[in-house]
């Protein structure tokens, strides 16, 4: 404490012993403040997860319908594991146009009703069953007139343990059966989405778990020729997929109607198809960089597979079984970017701009942490998953270090996603755009082509790299995070411009 000098002696000074209560104060203020944010962060994380874990459990039991069709599958033969890994690359591209979509009315539904309004929400919705409806006719079309030429630019690379005809010919009979799966599938994210954006996401989470039960069962039924019912090897892996999602459908589009009291959206949802010229004018403007974004990510990475299938279709054998069990645990960090999305959607159609700046940081921070945990996790179980495949050593092997080399990005791919959907809920599509596919197709997709292409770099080499290029990504996204570019009220704005 400073003392001064009064008649030869000294003494504290008031002002001086105010500054120092001042400045105990200040400390004590401060302390306060970390307390009250920690609470707040700690209820973000748990509306985040109230939203997420619902949404990892039904995308969980999706994948897990993925992962057991191709251990099945994987038990009749390497060729047979290799064609439905490919149709399934060709199919994912399908399904994530679907996403795309449907996401950019989807912003808007989250904002509406974080705002109250009932109308606009429904046209959000509407506006999906359109998007979704030109979605299925187009990937039909694409199908039937170009599925084997699109199947055969997987079958140039090649190998002396895979027999590329016999490829052809099951990759064939797969995707005949799964063409019928793009109806429901299309009408359940319909439904299922619009459910997450008003909160409620346990209905398709339990409409999940019902299509897991028929898939597994009927796998083993149709695949095998169990019990009465015939041995269809690939075609009955198919079968048992297309009822899955059937019931999938069922159950959350009759729960949703039979809910009308408490699903209030679903009221009058059918009165008409149509929507305002401007609200649906708003919607493509901001939906179409996401639908473009999704569909040429998806296609990006069907591009990558493609490339290294050049190396040998032993290759994609082993990236089949790297992408089964990634694909299941990825979904901890997918799930939790869409609770971001969700989430920064509500709070920016509330009007409050700084809370959604500060959780955007927060949530950014808890998906990194828990992705820590699942490359732990990956990585402890690398070396034991790829033997419940009935192939090569050298396809198990490759298998173990694309799940190591995979799982080492995990946090990575993380707050990636969390960036993603943080961008994209406050409408900026373009952005996302170029963040996301137009970075894919122009940094990862050249980087591997070139190396698996013009040198004899070792293929796991070509991938380590490969995924190292998201470090660049994630530097850009946390910039644009850290400007506040995507702060922003679109349902506000679109009633002001209407």
């Known amino acids: 404490v400073y003392k001064r000098q009064v008649n030869g002696k000294r003494k504290f000074t008031k002002w001086n012993v105010r ?243 408490e699903i209030t959206f679903i009221n009058g949802l059918y009165r008409t198809l149509l929507v305002p010229k401007a609200i649906m004018g708003e919607m493509i403007k901001k939906g179409l960089p996401i639908f473009l974004n999704e569909f040429l990510w998806a296609g990006s990475i069907a591009a990558l597979t493609q490339c290294y299938s050049t190396r040998g279709l032993e290759i994609v054998a082993g990236l089949q079984i790297s992408n089964a069990i990634c694909n299941l645990l990825n979904v901890v960090f997918i799930s939790l970017g869409s609770a971001v999305g969700i989430l920064s959607g509500q709070t920016l159609g509330a009007g409050e701009y700084d809370k959604a700046k500060k959780n955007a940081y927060s949530l950014m921070k808890f998906a990194g942490v828990i992705c820590v945990g699942l490359t732990i996790l990956l990585v402890s179980i690398s070396g034991v998953f790829p033997n419940l495949y009935d192939t090569t050593s050298q396809v198990r092997n490759y298998g173990t270090w694309f799940i190591i080399i995979t799982a080492l990005f995990f946090p990575v791919q993380g707050v990636l996603n969390a960036l993603y959907f943080t961008v994209r809920s406050g409408g900026k599509t373009f952005i996302t755009f170029l963040f996301d596919s137009v970075y894919s197709w122009v940094v990862p997709l050249p980087i591997a082509a070139v190396l698996c292409y013009y040198t004899g770099l070792p293929i796991l080499g070509v991938y380590a790299i490969v995924q190292a290029a998201d470090l660049i990504k994630l530097a850009v996204g946390y910039i644009l995070i850290q400007k506040g570019v995507w702060i922003s009220n679109i349902v506000e704005l679109s009633l002001i411009h209407i």
């Not at 399908?94 to 309004?117: C, K």
């Not at 006719?137 to 190998?159: C, D, P, Q, T």
């Not at 799964?178 to 429901?184: A, C, H, I, R, S």
């Not at 439904?191 to 898939?215: C, F, H, N, Q």
């Open 19 to 261: 500054i120092v209560k001042t400045a105990e104060d200040a400390a004590g203020k401060r302390e306060e403040i970390r307390g009250v944010d920690e609470v707040k962060n700690q209820m973000i994380y748990r509306r985040a997860l109230k939203l997420a874990i619902p949404m990892m459990i039904q995308n969980g039991i999706t994948n897990m319908v993925g992962l057991i069709d191709n251990v099945m599958v994987g038990s009749i033969g390497t060729e047979a594991m290799t064609a439905v890994s490919i149709v399934g690359q060709l199919i994912f591209v399908f399904n994530l146009a679907i996403f795309g979509g449907i996401s950019g009315p989807g912003i808007y539904a989250a904002q509406y009703y974080g705002q109250g309004n009932e109308e606009g929400f429904r046209n959000a919705v509407r506006m999906k069953m359109w998007i979704c409806g030109i979605c299925i006719i187009a990937g039909l079309l694409l199908f039937l007139l170009a599925g084997e030429n699109l199947i055969g630019l997987y079958l140039h690379g090649e190998s002396q343990v895979v027999n590329a005809s016999l490829t052809m010919s099951y990759a064939k009979e797969y995707l005949a059966i799964m063409l019928f799966t793009f109806v429901p599938f299309g009408v359940t994210q319909i439904y299922a989405s619009s459910l997450r954006e008003t909160g409620e996401s346990i209905k398709p989470m339990i409409a999940g778990i019902a299509s897991v039960v028929i898939d597994v069962v009927f796998n083993y039924f149709l695949i095998y020729g169990k019990f009465g019912f015939p041995k269809l090897g690939v075609r009955g892996a198919a079968i048992a997929t297309l009822m899955a999602r059937v019931v999938e459908m069922l159950v959350v589009v009759i729960w949703t109607h039979c809910k009308k009291k």
